[in-house]
């Protein structure tokens, strides 16, 4: 029971101390996992992070399952998950109640219209980053080169994203088909 | 009630195909912003700096908002839950049964095709999303906010610069939303 609490406690420190998700929650989680409590090694967190990427969901919601249920079986990895999401829940009911009763304000409307202009610039930025991600390869010597394959996949899908009324999950299930028949196909050499 | 248990299904399905954190959730809440009437487009943008802006990951605090929007507080709590199940299903599955999940050859295929898909997918969101927010159409013509716009382009410009890029996005906000008032966008 106390080994539960605690890992509740911990994710949810790591839930409200974490600011943007993902990526940028990996050195809260070394602190809180690895150097404060020492409950599994850098080489585990590493492994359950990498998992938590490659697998359906947010990553940090998949990193706090992996790294309850090494701990303490599945009630741990259901802990661990909720001890995580408990402070955005909390948080963001609070933001959104007082910001209902703030969008009558006329200072308020215009803040509201410029932060949108800032999160079409952020956006923008993000799909970016990401395309710089996942559409190069490294070459022997580490240089980054456009992958075009990669470069090819994400242009059908953005054809079928944006032109057709094709559901976001077929888009995504069309793309694993045709990275499983690649692999075949080129025997593994594009992997 | 047939609300929430659409909100439910909704979030699941995010949840299990919404792959890479949470910018990946972004195109599912463009599709329900676009089939339901919970939310609209424009309400999207102002959850999504919300959502960058305060603590924890940004697809629970999207899915909070999302909820919360549709169904007040119940709504925020039943949503967030039916983002994570999924994950909770799969990697339990995965930690229990499968040893060396990342490098399974079919695992790596998979993700081979997806991960350029995801980007497109995003991709395509964020256009959608700058086309409502940042232009508006009267009588067929599409006229552009001008003030809008060139917030957004120098925002993207001053991104580029390699001290900048570790701001917080909040910083972000911040400055747009006093840019917002100042010149009363």
Known sequence: ?191 | MSQAFLLIFEFFKTGLFAIGGGPATIPFLMDMAKKYPWFTMHELSSMIAISESTPGPIGLNMATYAGFRTLGTFGGIVSTLALVLPSIIVILIIAKFLDGFQENRIVQAVFKGIRPAVTALIAAAVIDMIRVTLFTEEAGKVIPQYKGCILCVVIFALLQWKKLKKLHPAVWFLAAAVVGVVFRF
């Open chain 1, 1 to 191: 029971m106390v080994e539960l609490w605690n890992l509740y406690v911990a994710f949810f420190r790591i839930g409200i101390l974490t600011f943007g998700g993902g990526l940028t929650m990996l050195p809260m989680l070394k602190y809180e996992l690895v150097e404060k409590r020492n409950w599994i090694t850098e080489d585990v967190l590493l492994d359950c992070y990498a998992i938590g990427q490659c697998t359906p969901g947010i990553i940090a919601v998949n990193t706090a399952t992996f790294v309850g249920y090494k701990r303490k079986g599945v009630l741990g990895g259901i802990v661990a998950t909720l001890g995580m999401a408990t402070p955005s829940i909390l948080i963001i009911t609070v933001v959104a109640m007082f910001l209902e009763a703030m969008m009558s304000y006329a200072i308020v409307q215009h803040a509201i219209m410029g932060i949108r202009g800032g999160v079409c610039g952020l956006m923008l930025n993000t799909v970016y980053t990401l395309a710089q991600k996942s559409l190069t390869k490294k070459d022997p010597e580490g240089k980054l080169h456009l992958d075009k394959i990669c470069v090819a996949i994400c242009a059908a899908a953005f054809v079928l994203a944006f032109f057709t009324p094709i559901p976001t999950v077929l888009i995504i299930v069309i793309a694993a088909v045709v990275g499983v028949i690649l692999d075949k196909v080129t025997g593994g050499a594009a992997a």
